[in-house]
């Protein structure tokens, strides 16, 4: 079966300092993966995603990038962190094949809080 | 563009209760539609899924019906727990997009 897996599970960080966050997918090959972010009291936003290696396309302009230097490796980072960035920040993953609906599925989340 | 409302919380029942979450969603076409659970601290758990007009997803005793005539996907259960507490959120995505759109999230709280 496939899991997920992110890295850290809270992180505290000071403002302008870098950030790396690490989500991993086992079972599965070239899966399509996201970041999505939660800010506290609302909706999830698609932050990045990625169909392969390399291959990675932002859908919000922000301090933030994303990498994928392994198939089922996907990598938040930031040079200088800003207060806005906090908040709760989720991994997920989809089949690579186009079917009826692509659903996806949730790794249990970084929380952030920037100070 | 496409979008999804869903009733503001939270939602306050007894155990036992009747629940309804009303969803609905503004898209062009057919997507497929989705209930998602977040309980505190984790991550969002897939809860149930419809993918055309009329279907009903369920799970763990909740049910979602697909009704293109009223664009809705409304969650309901019959009878909570206090271990249903959590934030549910629907969402939809189209065929060959990438990106789950979701509403804003309904907390619910089920008191003993």
């Known amino acids: 079966s496939q899991t997920i897996h992110q890295w850290p599970a809270t992180l505290v960080q000071p403002v302008g300092s870098p950030l790396s966050l690490e989500c991993t997918v086992e079972?599965?090959?070239?899966?399509?993966l996201y970041w999505y972010r939660q800010a506290a009291g609302r909706g999830l936003q698609l932050l990045f995603y990625?169909?392969?290696?390399?291959?990675i396309s932002s859908e919000v302009p922000q301090n933030l990038s994303a990498s994928r230097p392994q198939d089922r490796q996907f990598i938040l980072s930031s040079k200088k962190l800003l207060l806005s960035d906090s908040g709760f920040y989720l991994c997920?993953?989809?089949?690579?094949?186009?079917?009826?609906?692509?659903?996806?599925?949730f790794g249990p989340g970084t929380r952030l809080t920037v100070l | 563009g496409d979008s999804v409302t869903q009733m503001e919380g939270p939602v306050t029942l007894s155990e036992e209760a009747f629940l309804t979450i009303n969803c609905t969603y503004t898209?062009?076409?057919?997507?497929?539609l989705f209930w998602y659970v977040q309980y505190p601290g984790e991550g969002l758990q897939l809860l149930l899924k419809?993918?055309?007009?009329?279907d009903k997803g369920s799970n763990k005793g909740f049910e979602a019906t697909y009704r293109k005539e009223t664009t809705s996907f409304h969650l309901e259960k019959g009878s909570v727990q206090v271990s249903d507490s959590a934030v549910y959120f629907c969402?939809?995505?189209?065929?060959?997009?990438?990106?789950?759109?979701f509403g804003s999230g309904t907390r619910l709280q089920v008191q003993p």
């Open positions: 419809a993918t055309k007009a009329d």
């Open positions: 997920a993953w989809s089949p690579s094949s186009v079917s009826s609906y692509n659903e996806q599925f």
């Open positions: 079972g599965t090959s070239n899966p399509n």
């Open positions: 969402a939809l995505i189209y065929t060959g997009r990438r990106a789950l759109t």
């Open positions: 898209a062009t076409g057919y997507p497929s």
């Open positions: 990625s169909v392969g290696i390399g291959q």
